[in-house]
């Protein structure tokens, strides 16, 4: 058998209810609807016929001025003065009904191509102006504006639209963000129980009534139990009663009514800046009229009360700002004093965490991560981080409850149930996140928020709860709610930040395209001067060994030594010159890659070291070297100069001792050249790999400064490292990187 839940069945089917149309109007009153095109009547509800004396349906399509001819040309003039906006009081007009003279307040609004006319009797004894209750009205304006506070103000207005009414209870009924109600005040007598505190759930008022709401702000319910009067027409489209007074409501909320023990209600609406903030919600144990006049003066309290409360809102709001923007104002100056924004954000946690009244931040960019107060562990950010690249890329992100939108958070509740986090950068994916803990609640509900399933007719349905007795939940894995301030505050210094990223990227920009700009100067100024240069240095050295040969009898010995000194500076600077020729010459040569044995090439270098270094003893340790992808000679190169060093650095040593190694870390593959040489000194480290460098005297050991300048150019533009170390007179070992080839482990 299948058993059907309240979560098998159409649980929108109240949203959906189309309650702008219910096709009838509440009994205490009639409603006359008016073509405009030739303002005859179109709509005519059916307690007409009691006031007009003949069948409702025979006024249809009859003209007004036949009907009403007394306020024939006042309404036309009303239609005239300006469009129809809401419902507009007209006046109060009296007439014979049944040989008696009845008061009926005429309200009129505007329903598409109709003029919608309703009239209300005036209840016997009721104010007849709103000159009778202006010093109420007065008192009550006076008590609002002297208000300090929100809850002031809540709880005034209750206790004013009550004394106005004379209802049983008034609540302020307040909506949160899922438009959830709470009572936030309440002024009441005896005849009905307290409800202060409560929370009503979202479905007891569907999207459709709120917009009802926001758009006509009083309705009002004399009799839960009233039989609904229709509307007659021959146009079989329904009228459109958004904005009338006499609107009949659905029968779910009637019966919603007395199952609270409410017989007569009365709402007006509380909005701030346009949007529905709340209501005054109005409720009496039996019937009861409230005449329109005081209902007026109720909405005209109201709209005071709304103007009041934003202006509340409005100098917390503008207070907050202020404070929080001088929270900025440090963070902004901490930024400027940093080498890089991010350490004036991180050096400076209070103030960071402070600006959006949490308790743990983090700020994350590419691979790094810094975790400052109560925050999740470092791999639970960095995995949230990834979480909020990937699906939540808007600018601004806010949440009181992590775990709902990202169940990883589950796990950390007690440090991040909130979470607020801006975005920095889209290029490198950066965030400054922040975290508040969970706040356990207790909320009380006005009666289980599950509405029951009953079965009628066979047919399962939905009902309004029947109890209100308080209902307990408790809530968890939600923090306190980030205010708007707070959200302000953080997107200001996203911008300020963003500001800060974008200028020194233009900075670096700017400086990169005039270094590369410099470089390529430099390169070719450097080629031209090196290849120019290398004529005239063989051309000394060649006549200078000419001379010595062929004038060597005439010379003395001090000229021929002379011619020596000539010979061997010349030849020293052309093979400077030689060097850095090929120096600006790896940075303008295109890379031809491929994948490469290396073992074979070192092999080929050492043996061609032995010729050159005569009778020294040298012993060789070569360990395996993997494959590599790089171009072929340039590679050459290096281990050309880091093994001939090697050689060069060790000639004080009876035995010289080189070592050649390699390691793969990660994703690239460390080559080292290690030898028991003269070492240096690792305080001068950094002018090893620079062009001219020398950490040794060209008497003690030849060479041109260049060959580790090469070393380094070669393996950066491979995408390597190269770095040494050593000590003075115990040796040194050079370290350079390459990236693995693809596939490699």
């Not at 059916?46 to 040309?73: H, I, M, T, W």
């Amino acid at each position: 058998m299948n058993v059907q839940t309240p979560q098998d069945l159409d649980l929108t089917a109240c949203e959906r209810e189309p309650i702008h149309i219910p096709g009838s109007i509440q009994p205490h009153g009639i409603l006359l609807a008016v073509r405009l095109s030739d303002m005859s009547l179109s709509y005519v509800s059916a307690n007409a016929a009691c006031v007009f004396g003949c069948d409702a349906a025979s006024l249809l399509e009859r003209p007004f001025r036949e009907v009403l001819p007394d306020f024939a040309g006042e309404l036309e003039a009303e239609l005239a003065d300006s469009p129809v906006d809401g419902s507009r009081f007209i006046r109060t007009f009296r007439m014979e009904v049944a040989g008696a003279v009845r008061s009926y307040d005429a309200v009129l609004s505007r329903s598409g191509d109709h003029a919608v006319l309703e009239l209300e009797e005036v209840p016997p004894g009721a104010v007849a102006s709103l000159d009778t209750l202006y010093p109420v009205l007065r008192r009550s304006v006076e008590q609002l504006q002297g208000a300090s506070t929100v809850d002031t103000l809540c709880r005034l207005a209750a206790e004013d639209v009550r004394r106005l009414t004379g209802f049983d209870r008034v609540l302020i009924y307040r909506f949160d963000p899922q438009w959830n109600g709470t009572v936030t005040a309440e002024d009441r007598n005896e005849n009905l129980p307290s409800y202060l505190d409560l929370r009503f759930p979202a479905s007891d008022i569907p999207a459709q009534a709120r917009e009802l709401y926001r758009r006509n702000r009083l309705r009002i319910i004399s009799d839960a139990n009233y039989t609904p009067v229709p509307i007659q027409s021959h146009d079989p489209a329904p009228l459109d009663l958004s904005d009338s007074v006499l609107r009949s409501v659905s029968p779910v909320h009637l019966e919603y009514m007395r199952n609270m023990g409410t017989l007569a209600s009365m709402s007006i609406s509380i909005l701030r800046d346009g949007a529905l903030w709340g209501l005054i919600s109005c409720h009496s144990k039996e019937p009861k009229r409230i005449p329109l006049q005081v209902r007026n003066a109720c909405d005209f309290l109201t709209q005071i009360f709304s103007l009041q409360l934003e202006a509340r809102g409005s100098t917390e709001l503008a207070e907050d700002r202020v404070r929080l923007g001088a929270v900025q104002a440090k963070l902004l100056a901490h930024m400027a004093a940093e080498e890089s924004f991010i350490d004036g954000l991180v050096k400076h946690p209070d103030d960071l965490m402070l600006l959006a009244g949490a308790q743990g931040a983090a700020v994350v960019s590419g691979n790094h991560c810094w975790c400052l107060g109560q925050t999740p562990g470092e791999e639970g950010v960095k995995a949230l981080f990834a979480w909020l690249s990937e699906h939540h890329q808007e600018d601004v992100f806010a949440t009181d409850h992590l775990a709902g939108a990202f169940p990883e958070a589950e796990g950390y509740v007690d440090r991040a149930s909130g979470l607020l986090s801006i975005s920095i950068s889209k290029m490198h994916a950066s965030y400054v996140l922040w975290f508040r803990p969970e706040v356990v609640q207790t909320v009380k509900w006005g009666g289980d928020p599950n509405k029951p399933v009953s079965e009628e007719a066979g047919v399962k349905r939905l009902h309004p709860r029947r109890s209100f007795e308080t209902w307990k939940e408790i809530v968890r894995g939600h923090s306190l709610p980030w205010d708007q301030s707070e959200i302000e505050a953080v997107k200001e210094l996203r911008n300020t930040v963003v500001g800060i990223v974008l200028r020194r990227a233009e900075e670096l920009a700017s400086l990169t395209d005039e270094l590369r700009r410099s470089n390529k100067e430099l390169e070719a100024f450097s080629h031209s001067v090196s290849h120019d240069l290398r004529a005239p240095f063989r051309h000394i050295v060649g006549y200078s060994e000419l001379l010595k040969k062929q004038e060597a009898s005439s010379l003395s010995e001090k000229g021929r030594r002379y011619v020596d000194t000539i010979i061997d500076s010349a030849y020293t600077a052309g093979t400077l010159v030689d060097n850095l020729l090929n120096f600006s010459q790896m940075g303008r040569t295109a890379l031809k890659p491929r994948h490469l044995d290396l073992m074979p090439m070192v092999e080929e270098i050492r043996q061609r070291l032995l010729m050159e270094i005569g009778e020294r003893r040298v012993e060789w340790q070569v360990a395996d070297l993997p494959e590599v992808f790089a171009d072929p000679a340039m590679i050459r190169l290096v281990f050309e100069n880091l093994m001939s060093n090697a050689v060069k650095y060790t000639r004080p040593r009876s035995v010289a001792h080189i070592e050649i190694g390699s390691c793969r870390d990660g994703h690239e593959t460390v080559f080292f050249v290690r030898d028991n040489g003269v070492g240096f000194d690792m305080r001068y480290v950094n002018k090893l790999f620079g062009v001219f460098q020398r950490l040794h005297r060209i008497e003690e050991f030849e060479g041109t400064g260049i060959g580790l300048a090469n070393v380094r150019r070669i393996v950066e533009r491979h995408g390597g490292r190269s770095w040494a170390e050593g000590a003075l007179d115990q040796g040194a070992t050079f370290y350079v990187s390459l990236p693995n080839p693809e596939g490699a482990a």
